[in-house]
C-alpha cells in the first residue's frame, strides 16, 4: 500500500563514465538498478559494485539506495535500514528517506517512519506518494484525523491514487464512518479493479455492517486476484496481501458459522511468511482463533476445577453501550449488534507463590457491577493452569459476536522478555523448567480480541513485577512476585491489524512500581474500578481518571494507575 517515491537518475550516468568499469556495467549496473530484477540479484550485484570501491560520496550513496531496495523486496527491513541509512550518511536524498520511512513502518515504529517522511517532505519536492506513506504512519498510530489529511494531500496531487482513496477510507471506517468509507474504497475498485487490497478493506467494512455474504465474495475475489498476480508495488510486503484477505475470510466465515471453512482459511494464513507488523498481527489473531475452532471440535472437556468459575446471562440492559451521538466514533458501536461481554478471573489462592487475599474479592465485585450495567460476565476465581485456559478460550469463542468485549484480571501478573502474562494459582517454577510454560500469554488474549469492527477494553489488577527469581518473592501486602521491571506495554496495540473499532488496556499501577493487594476486602484499584465503572454516563476513559484520582488518594501516591488506548471515540459502558 505504499509506493516508492521515484528511483535517482543518477546511476545511469554515474555508472556510465567511470573509467575501468566498462567491462562490468552491462551486467551488474543493469541488475542493481533494475525495478524487475529479483531482489537476491539485485542485492548481489549492488554488493559486488560496492566491493569494487570504484565509487565514494553521491555515487556511492546511490548503490547503497538500491541495494535497499532489494532488500525491501525480501521484506528484510532491518537491512533495508542499514542500508538506507548508510545512503543517507553519504547523501540525503528524498527517495531515501521513503524508502527507510517506509521500512520501519512495516516494522512497526511508527514515530521513526513519520520522521523520514517530514524529512522527505522538507526536503521537497513535495509528493503525494511521500504524503500517502506518512498518512500510513499516522493511522497505524491510531491518528486518524491526520492520516486523512495526509491522503487528502495525496489524493490533491494525484486523483488517480486507489491506494489512497483505499487508506483513507480506512481511517473513515476507523472513526466509525462506514458510509464514507466505503465510498471512497469503492471509488479506489473503480480506479483499479485489479487490485485486491481495496477488496480486503471493503469486506471489513460488509463484516461491521453484518452483510457477511459480500464480506465472503470480496475476499474471495481479492485472493483470486493476488494469486493471479502478485503485487507490482515492490513496497508491498512480501506475501501481505493473501495473508490479509485469509484473515479477513476467515473472521467472515466464523462471523457465518461455517467452522469448516475458516478453519481452512486460518491455517492458510499461518503457511505464509509474515514480514511486516501488519501480517504478523494478522497471523497472531488466525492462530488463536483456529485453536478455538479445533478446541470447540473436539470431545467435551471435563468441568473446569475451580468451583467458582461460572457464566451468568446479563439481565435486560438499561441501554446499549453506545459513544456520544455528536461523535463520529458513535457509528461504530451503532453498527454493531450491540452484544457486550466481559471475561473477569480473580486469582488469589496461590500454592507456591505468595498468595493473595483479594483478587477473588475483586472479581466478585467487577463482575457484579458489570452484570449490573448489562454485561453477560463469565467469571472464575482462583483458576490453575487449565481452567484458566479453558475459560478464556471459551469467552474468545463467545466475543466474536460482541460489540464491546471487557477482560477483567485480578492476581499475579508479569513480565518475561516484554511479553506479559497472567499467573495461574498453581504456578511452580521448576529447576530445567520453562517459567512462561506455567502461565497465560497476554498476548493469546489480545490475538484473540484482535479484529476491527470490535471495542476491547482490558483492565488488569496485577503487579508489575517480573517473577525470575521466587526465592526473593515480596514478603509485603502486594501483588508482585518480585521487584523488577514492570508489564510491557503491548506491541500490538494501535498497529498491525487492530486498527477498527479500538483497544483499551488499563493497568492498576505505573511501570515499574508495585500493585497494592490492599489492607480491606479489596484492593484499592478494584475498589475504585467497581465504584465508578457503572456510573450511568461516565465516559470509560473519564471513569478511569476518577479510578486514578481515587487511588492515588487512597495509597498516598504509592500507586498511580496507568493506561493505553488506542479508542477512537467516546465509549461508554452505561450510558445515561
Same mark, same amino acid.
Given at each position: 500500500?505504499?509506493?516508492?517515491?521515484?528511483?535517482?537518475?543518477?546511476?545511469?550516468?554515474?555508472?556510465?563514465?567511470?573509467?575501468?568499469?566498462?567491462?562490468?556495467?552491462?551486467?551488474?549496473?543493469?541488475?542493481?538498478?533494475?525495478?524487475?530484477?529479483?531482489?537476491?540479484?539485485?542485492?548481489?550485484?549492488?554488493?559486488?559494485?560496492?566491493?569494487?570501491?570504484?565509487?565514494?560520496?553521491?555515487?556511492?550513496?546511490?548503490?547503497?539506495?538500491?541495494?535497499?531496495?532489494?532488500?525491501?523486496?525480501?521484506?528484510?527491513?532491518?537491512?533495508?535500514?542499514?542500508?538506507?541509512?548508510?545512503?543517507?550518511?553519504?547523501?540525503?536524498?528524498?527517495?531515501?528517506?521513503?524508502?527507510?520511512?517506509?521500512?520501519?513502518?512495516?516494522?512497526?515504529?511508527?514515530?521513526?517512519?513519520?520522521?523520514?517522511?517530514?524529512?522527505?517532505?522538507?526536503?521537497?519536492?513535495?509528493?503525494?506518494?511521500? +504524503?500517502?506513506? !506518512? &498518512?500510513? @504512519? #499516522?493511522?497505524? $498510530? *491510531?491518528?486518524? %484525523?491526520? =492520516?486523512?489529511? /495526509?491522503?487528502?494531500?495525496?489524493?490533491?496531487?494525484?486523483?488517480?491514487?486507489?491506494?489512497?482513496?483505499?487508506?483513507?477510507?480506512?481511517?473513515?471506517?476507523?472513526?466509525?464512518?462506514?458510509?464514507?468509507?466505503?465510498?471512497?474504497?469503492?471509488?479506489?475498485?473503480?480506479?483499479?479493479?485489479?487490485?485486491?487490497?481495496?477488496?480486503?478493506?471493503?469486506?471489513?467494512?460488509?463484516?461491521?455492517?453484518?452483510?457477511?455474504?459480500?464480506?465472503?465474495?470480496?475476499?474471495?475475489?481479492?485472493?483470486?486476484?493476488?494469486?493471479?498476480?502478485?503485487?507490482?508495488?515492490?513496497?508491498?510486503?512480501?506475501?501481505?496481501?493473501?495473508?490479509?484477505? +485469509?484473515?479477513? !475470510? &476467515?473472521? @467472515? #466465515?466464523?462471523? $457465518? *458459522?461455517?467452522? %469448516?471453512? =475458516?478453519?481452512? /482459511?486460518?491455517?492458510?494464513?499461518?503457511?505464509?511468511?509474515?514480514?511486516?507488523?501488519?501480517?504478523?498481527?494478522?497471523?497472531?489473531?488466525?492462530?488463536?482463533?483456529?485453536?478455538?475452532?479445533?478446541?470447540?471440535?473436539?470431545?467435551?472437556?471435563?468441568?473446569?476445577?475451580?468451583?467458582?468459575?461460572?457464566?451468568?446471562?446479563?439481565?435486560?440492559?438499561?441501554?446499549?453501550?453506545?459513544?456520544?451521538?455528536?461523535?463520529?466514533?458513535?457509528?461504530?458501536?451503532?453498527?454493531?449488534?450491540?452484544?457486550?461481554?466481559?471475561?473477569?478471573?480473580?486469582?488469589?489462592?496461590?500454592?507456591?507463590?505468595?498468595?493473595?487475599?483479594?483478587?477473588?474479592?475483586?472479581? !466478585?465485585?467487577? @463482575?457484579?457491577?458489570?452484570?449490573?450495567?448489562?454485561?453477560?460476565?463469565?467469571?472464575?476465581?482462583?483458576?490453575?493452569?487449565?481452567?484458566?485456559?479453558?475459560?478464556i478460550h471459551d469467552f474468545l469463542r463467545e466475543a466474536t459476536r460482541s460489540q464491546i468485549a471487557v477482560v477483567y484480571y485480578a492476581?499475579?501478573?508479569?513480565?518475561?522478555?516484554?511479553?506479559?502474562?497472567?499467573?495461574?494459582?498453581?504456578?511452580?517454577?521448576?529447576?530445567?523448567?520453562?517459567?512462561?510454560?506455567?502461565?497465560?500469554?497476554?498476548?493469546?488474549?489480545?490475538?484473540?480480541?484482535?479484529?476491527?469492527?470490535?471495542?476491547?477494553?482490558?483492565?488488569?489488577?496485577?503487579?508489575?513485577?517480573?517473577?525470575?527469581?521466587?526465592?526473593?518473592?515480596?514478603?509485603?501486602?502486594? !501483588?508482585?512476585?518480585?521487584?523488577?521491571?514492570?508489564?510491557?506495554?503491548?506491541?500490538?496495540?494501535?498497529?498491525?491489524?487492530?486498527?477498527?473499532?479500538?483497544?483499551?488496556?488499563?493497568?492498576?499501577?505505573?511501570?515499574?512500581?508495585?500493585?497494592?493487594?490492599?489492607?480491606?476486602?479489596?484492593?484499592?484499584?478494584?475498589?475504585?474500578?467497581?465504584?465508578?465503572?457503572?456510573?450511568?454516563?461516565?465516559?470509560?476513559?473519564?471513569?478511569?481518571?476518577?479510578?486514578?484520582?481515587?487511588?492515588?488518594?487512597?495509597?498516598?501516591?504509592?500507586?498511580?494507575?496507568?493506561?493505553?488506548?488506542?479508542?477512537?471515540?467516546?465509549?461508554?459502558?452505561?450510558?445515561?
Amino acid at each position: 500500500m505504499r509506493r516508492l517515491l521515484l528511483i535517482p537518475c543518477l546511476l545511469l550516468a554515474v555508472l556510465w563514465s567511470t573509467p575501468g568499469f566498462a567491462q562490468a556495467r552491462a551486467q551488474l549496473g543493469a541488475l542493481c538498478t533494475t525495478d524487475a530484477t529479483p531482489a537476491d540479484q539485485m542485492i548481489d550485484a549492488c554488493t559486488k559494485i560496492i566491493t569494487l570501491k570504484v565509487f565514494s560520496g553521491e555515487k556511492l550513496a546511490t548503490i547503497y539506495f538500491w541495494r535497499a531496495v532489494g532488500w525491501n523486496k525480501k521484506g528484510n527491513y532491518p537491512q533495508v535500514i542499514t542500508d538506507a541509512t548508510e545512503a543517507l550518511r553519504l547523501k540525503p536524498n528524498t527517495a531515501v528517506y521513503n524508502l527507510r520511512g517506509s521500512a520501519y513502518y512495516d516494522k512497526g515504529e511508527y514515530d521513526i517512519a513519520i520522521a523520514d517522511f517530514n524529512d522527505a517532505l522538507r526536503m521537497g519536492p513535495p509528493s503525494g506518494i511521500i +504524503y500517502h506513506n !506518512r &498518512g500510513n @504512519a #499516522y493511522r497505524g $498510530k *491510531g491518528d486518524y %484525523a491526520k =492520516a486523512i489529511a /495526509d491522503y487528502d494531500a495525496a489524493i490533491k496531487a494525484d486523483p488517480r491514487s486507489a491506494f489512497s482513496y483505499q487508506n483513507r477510507g480506512a481511517s473513515k471506517q476507523a472513526l466509525g464512518d462506514l458510509d464514507g468509507a466505503l465510498a471512497d474504497i469503492n471509488e479506489a475498485v473503480r480506479i483499479d479493479p485489479s487490485l485486491p487490497q481495496p477488496l480486503i478493506r471493503r469486506a471489513v467494512i460488509w463484516r461491521a455492517k453484518g452483510d457477511i455474504a459480500r464480506a465472503i465474495a470480496d475476499t474471495t475475489e481479492a485472493i483470486r486476484l493476488a494469486n493471479a498476480k502478485a503485487p507490482v508495488n515492490i513496497m508491498t510486503p512480501p506475501g501481505s496481501v493473501l495473508i490479509s484477505a +485469509y484473515t479477513q !475470510r &476467515g473472521l @467472515a #466465515y466464523e462471523a $457465518k *458459522g461455517d467452522a %469448516a471453512r =475458516a478453519k481452512e /482459511d486460518y491455517a492458510t494464513v499461518l503457511k505464509g511468511i509474515a514480514s511486516d507488523a501488519g501480517s504478523k498481527a494478522n497471523q497472531a489473531t488466525a492462530k488463536v482463533r483456529l485453536a478455538l475452532l479445533k478446541e470447540a471440535d473436539a470431545a467435551p472437556r471435563k468441568t473446569a476445577a475451580a468451583p467458582a468459575a461460572e457464566s451468568s446471562p446479563a439481565p435486560a440492559p438499561p441501554a446499549a453501550a453506545t459513544a456520544a451521538p455528536a461523535a463520529p466514533a458513535a457509528r461504530v458501536q451503532a453498527a454493531a449488534t450491540g452484544r457486550r461481554v466481559a471475561l473477569v478471573i480473580g486469582n488469589g489462592a496461590y500454592a507456591h507463590v505468595k498468595a493473595l487475599p483479594n483478587p477473588p474479592n475483586d472479581a !466478585r465485585a467487577i @463482575a457484579k457491577s458489570l452484570r449490573d450495567i448489562g454485561f453477560t460476565v463469565s467469571e472464575g476465581l482462583d483458576l490453575d493452569r487449565d481452567a484458566m485456559q479453558r475459560t478464556i478460550h471459551d469467552f474468545l469463542r463467545e466475543a466474536t459476536r460482541s460489540q464491546i468485549a471487557v477482560v477483567y484480571y485480578a492476581g499475579h501478573g508479569v513480565q518475561v522478555d516484554g511479553r506479559n502474562y497472567l499467573v495461574p494459582v498453581d504456578i511452580e517454577f521448576k529447576a530445567g523448567a520453562r517459567m512462561t510454560d506455567a502461565m497465560v500469554d497476554m498476548d493469546t488474549i489480545m490475538a484473540g480480541l484482535d479484529d476491527q469492527i470490535r471495542t476491547n477494553i482490558l483492565i488488569l489488577d496485577a503487579c508489575r513485577n517480573n517473577p525470575m527469581a521466587p526465592q526473593v518473592a515480596s514478603t509485603g501486602p502486594s !501483588r508482585g512476585i518480585e521487584a523488577g521491571s514492570g508489564l510491557a506495554a503491548p506491541a500490538t496495540l494501535g498497529s498491525g491489524s487492530t486498527l477498527g473499532a479500538g483497544t483499551l488496556i488499563a493497568f492498576a499501577t505505573a511501570p515499574g512500581q508495585v500493585a497494592l493487594d490492599g489492607e480491606g476486602a479489596n484492593s484499592p484499584f478494584s475498589a475504585a474500578l467497581s465504584r465508578h465503572v457503572g456510573t450511568p454516563g461516565l465516559e470509560v476513559q473519564q471513569m478511569l481518571t476518577r479510578v486514578r484520582a481515587e487511588v492515588v488518594a487512597a495509597t498516598k501516591g504509592k500507586q498511580v494507575p496507568w493506561s493505553n488506548s488506542s479508542l477512537l471515540g467516546e465509549v461508554y459502558l452505561a450510558e445515561q
